[in-house]
């Protein structure tokens, strides 16, 4: 419910346009009654966590999420942590036909799966934008 209420108030200034439509295209969809709308919102957030990963350095997507996580945290065992969540949830999108439709994909069908996803993935996103510049 506490993450409901801020994804239903949560105004996107990310000083990305593309990553704030995208946001806020899923969060849009995210929150209609629809399970397949829902599902899609699930899917455009992870597009966007592609898209933030790269903020910091465009050109190198590792050093650039790396970027973002020092400044999340400096203290060392949860910045580990963070950083194992953000491996995490980039192999769950690249696993899961979430990102990818190649047969080899798993299907994320299950409404209450598809919640946990998306409530799982946009606190991470939700974390650090808040802690590279106000959202």
Do not use: C
């Amino acid at each position: 419910p506490v993450l409901g209420d801020d994804l239903k108030r949560m105004v996107f200034r990310t000083g990305d346009r593309i990553l704030d439509y995208m946001l806020e295209e899923s969060r849009a969809k995210f929150t209609d009654r629809n399970p397949l709308l829902r599902r899609e919102g699930l899917e455009r957030l992870w597009d966007a966590w592609e898209r933030l990963k790269s903020l910091a350095d465009p050109e190198d997507k590792k050093k650039s999420i790396k970027i973002i996580l020092d400044a999340t945290a400096e203290e060392v065992a949860l910045r580990q942590r963070l950083e194992d969540e953000a491996k995490e949830l980039t192999d769950i999108g690249n696993s899961h036909l979430i990102r990818h439709t190649e047969l080899k994909q798993i299907p994320v069908i299950d409404v209450d799966h598809v919640d946990y996803l998306f409530h799982r993935l946009f606190a991470m996103i939700q974390l650090l934008l808040r802690k590279k510049r106000p959202v």
